[in-house]
């Protein structure tokens, strides 16, 4: 193997490991917040992997046209669309994640913990002072209130209630950490033309190399 190859085989693996590993990996994401509901007379009922979320608004029937207001009246927010308003629960493949068993970072409490709910790395919990996060820190801050209940999807997107001041609130994370896997194809691909023409170009100028 030639000295030209080596050279240009390291040059690429090089690239490759600073293009797709990061250096310096964010500590935190960054969320839109919006306020969904500023009552806790409805709840969520779930979030999808795509951020489509229901509220449960059993307490508030005359939304769905309702006038005994012990009816069931469901709020589906698809993303990009108005509310829907229905009297029956949508089919939605919830991704609500589970409660968290352990506090990922040390200087929270156990109790802390209790309300927390993780899925996929991600993860939503209430701290002191008020404080909803997205851990495994405190650097994570999604928003200055409280999490009284609530979930997050495998993508990072929340919704939950902000009990000091009575808000339902949906947290849609908008950071993006991976690379397409159709842009690494590509680079990947030129990479390995890069040393394909390389090599060639070498097997032209010293034959003698090839045939040891």
Do not use: W
Request: net charge negative.
């Amino acid at each position: 193997m030639s000295s030209s190859f080596r050279f240009c085989s390291a040059t690429v693996a090089a690239i490759l490991l600073t293009t797709i590993i990061p250096a310096h990996p964010a500590k935190a994401d960054s969320y839109q917040i919006t306020i969904v509901d500023e009552t806790q007379s409805a709840n969520f009922l779930g979030i999808d992997d795509m951020g489509d979320f229901v509220v449960n608004d059993s307490n508030n029937a005359n939304k769905c046209g309702e006038s005994d207001p012990f009816n069931p009246c469901f709020e589906v927010v698809l993303t990009g669309q108005s509310p829907i308003f229905t009297t029956t629960a949508p089919a939605l493949a919830f991704d609500n994640g589970t409660k968290c068993t352990v506090a990922l970072d040390a200087s929270f409490a156990p109790a802390t913990m209790t309300g927390g709910i993780c899925n996929n790395g991600h993860e939503i919990f209430g701290g002191d002072p008020l404080g909803v996060f997205a851990g495994p820190d405190k650097s994570d801050e999604i928003f200055g209130g409280t999490f009284d209940g609530g979930y997050i999807n495998a993508n990072g997107d929340a919704v939950f209630i902000d009990g000091f001041v009575d808000e339902l609130i949906f947290a849609r994370d908008l950071t993006t950490a991976t690379p397409e896997p159709g842009s690494l194809l590509l680079f990947g691909t030129g990479c390995l033309t890069l040393i394909g023409t390389v090599r060639a170009r070498t097997s032209r100028r010293y034959p003698e190399r090839e045939s040891q």
